[in-house]
């Protein structure tokens, strides 16, 4: 059985999470980041790194009316 993920940043392992999401907080405002997710199972054996996710993170801008 599933046990848990792990989640690489840039070819880096930033954490783990036992549920199938993952909220990284430590974003720079307008950065763009490569994320790969892992599963392992109850005997620690991983599954092949999945394929790449682009995401990034952009400023909030408000305009006043």
């Known amino acids: 059985p599933l046990d848990h993920y792990r989640i690489y940043r840039d070819g880096a392992w930033v954490g783990t999470s036992a549920e199938p999401r993952f909220t990284d907080t430590n974003m720079e405002c307008q950065s763009f980041h490569s994320y790969q997710v892992q599963a392992l199972n109850i005997f620690r054996n991983a599954s092949a ?10 400023p909030l801008i408000m305009v006043k009316g």
């Open 49 to 58: 790194l999945s394929a790449s996710v682009q995401r990034g993170q952009v």
